[in-house]
């Protein structure tokens, strides 16, 4: 039988973290939302349940909370942060708000317990929270503590039930994964062996149920999602039932839309149709500064390009690469307590392609997992590793207005700038790297004039999963050959700085 961990969703900022931890242990894990009633999720593939944190204070009223009966479902449960906490007040014990917060890495003293088998005597612990476990229940033991917390993890192992005040999920956690794993596979009893590309026959058969005999038209990207969801429905789909669309929406990079149908031509052997819409776009763009609305225009105006070309040829679905995080951060339907996503932002109500018209083959999978499966497919792994672009492309990099003169601009800046690190050999160990026209003129002299012309910042991010990131340390060298060329050839610009932001607080992308 398949086992399967639960993760209850209370908000926390790391969840997702804690899900791919697992599924990284070779254990399918999933997300749910803490509203959701528990019967509803609680089959008997469930091995184990981890309550995550959150930002709430467990005694608010508008607290998220669920009945004590979660700690007797029969199978163990780890609470985490405000799981943690929660787990306390439903059995019995009390938290309280400590008048510092303790944040950040954090000395932890490990006493015992099945949780820390293997695990350091004195460790390092991520913690982040102001409320505390000042009294835990009756039956329930301390296991570790740090300066400020006196019960940083307790556990009544007769009724399976642990919690953590700090972060076992995040890499500042330095024995983290350790101690999950002691949870995942020492007191749930998972035998592990799950693997996302396992799940490739499976996918072929969930799309066959839902298409039958119908007709579908997918939109491509280019982007590593979207190509390992056509891939997938090229093999599942009889020939003449699959028609792939390229909407080039004139903010690709420099050559990107002739890049991408050729690999797609030749690589993948799929037939791309190629909709030109870059006009319309623009023109839906014209003087819209707002980056919100931006995305909206540009989410809106894909699927109704993609509707056009559905009905040309009287196709019933649409095949999207939306992956579990869009999902999840969406609120994955019932949760409360997450915000929207901004990423999937424009997505029209009235659109002909209703939920059930919408064939999401990947929609349970993260990004690293969609990884493997594209290469399992056997999918060129220059595409699979392809650095992620935003869906609205550069119009987030180029800020305020956009006009074709400025996409002009930010597009040769963009293609120096990745030329150089490619040269120098970087582009591998980089996230994401681009070019971003900052809307700021600064004063300069060339020749002997004087301009006032555009500054362009460059970034570049090192990154596991794009949820932290850090600004890439790229060398002196490569950055100024990078500024002396963008401004020796590109007209317009006179000014270059390197974005040293990090993740959190600065997203990746400006806008
Ligand atoms: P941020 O800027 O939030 O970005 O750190 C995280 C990742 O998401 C990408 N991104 C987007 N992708 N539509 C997308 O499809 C969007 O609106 C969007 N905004 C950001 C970004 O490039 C990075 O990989």
């Not at 293997?118 to 300066?147: I, L, Q």
């Not at 996302?196 to 996918?203: L, N, P, Q, V, Y």
């Not at 990947?362 to 590793?385: N, S």
Request: charged share 25%; proline share 5%.
């Amino acid at each position: 039988m398949r086992e399967k961990i639960i993760v209850l969703d209370f908000g926390g900022q790391y969840n997702q973290l804690i899900a791919r931890r697992v599924r990284e242990m070779g254990v399918l894990s999933e997300i749910r939302p803490y509203t959701e009633p528990i019967a509803q999720w609680l089959t008997g593939e469930v091995r184990g349940i981890i309550l995550t944190g959150g930002p709430n204070s467990v005694y608010a009223p508008d607290a998220p909370r669920t009945g004590k009966e979660l700690l007797d479902a029969g199978v163990p449960v780890l609470g985490i942060c405000y799981g943690m906490q929660l787990m306390n007040v439903l059995a019995g014990g009390e938290v309280s708000g400590a008048a510092v917060r303790e944040y950040g890495h954090t000395d932890l003293t490990v006493r015992d317990g099945a949780l820390f088998d293997g695990v350091s005597r004195a460790t390092t612990v991520f913690m982040s929270h102001t409320d505390f476990v000042s009294r835990v229940p009756a039956g329930f033991r301390v296991n570790a503590t740090t300066a400020n917390c006196p019960a940083a993890a307790f556990s009544c192992p007769e009724r399976k039930l642990y919690g953590v005040q700090f972060h076992p999920e995040v890499n500042h956690t330095a024995e983290g994964k350790k101690m999950l794993s002691n949870f995942v596979f020492g007191i749930c009893g998972c035998e592990g062996g799950y693997r996302a590309g396992d799940r490739i026959d499976e996918m072929i058969a969930r799309i066959r149920e839902q298409v039958g005999d119908g007709r579908v038209v997918a939109g491509l990207s280019g982007g590593v999602d979207s190509s390992v969801a056509c891939v997938l429905a090229d093999r599942a789909l009889k020939k003449g039932q699959l028609t792939c669309v390229f909407v080039d929406h004139g903010l690709l990079r420099l050559n990107e839309a002739e890049q991408v149908m050729e690999t797609y031509h030749r690589n993948l052997g799929l037939d791309v149709v190629y909709a030109d819409a870059s006009e319309r776009f623009l023109d839906a763009l014209r003087g819209v500064t707002d980056p919100e609305k931006k995305r909206h225009i540009i989410g809106e105006l894909f699927v109704r390009v993609f509707e056009e070309e559905a009905r040309k040829i009287g196709a019933d679905f649409l095949l999207q690469g939306t992956i579990y995080p869009d999902r999840i951060e969406s609120g994955l339907g019932g949760s409360a307590v997450i915000k929207s996503h901004h990423n999937v932002g424009g997505f029209p109500e009235d659109s002909v392609f209703s939920k059930a018209r919408l064939v999401e083959p990947l929609d349970t999978l993260f990004k690293d997992e969609v990884r493997e499966v594209g290469e399992r497919l056997g999918i060129p792994r220059d595409m699979v590793w392809r650095q992620p672009f935003p869906g609205p492309g550069l119009a987030v990099r180029c800020i305020g207005g956009i006009t074709r003169e400025k996409l002009d601009i930010l597009r040769a800046c963009d293609a120096i700038y990745l030329e150089e690190l490619n040269n120098a050999g970087l582009s591998r160990q980089i996230w994401q790297s681009f070019a971003v026209l900052t809307g700021v003129n600064s004063v300069g002299v060339m020749g002997d004039g004087r301009t006032y012309d555009q500054v362009v910042a460059l970034r570049a991010v090192v990154s596991d999963d794009a949820m932290t990131v850090e600004a890439a340390e790229i060398p002196y060298p490569v950055l100024k050959r990078t500024m002396t060329r963008i401004i020796g050839e590109v007209p317009g610009v006179n000014r270059v700085v390197y974005d040293i932001t990090s993740k959190p607080p600065g997203p990746i992308e400006w806008e």
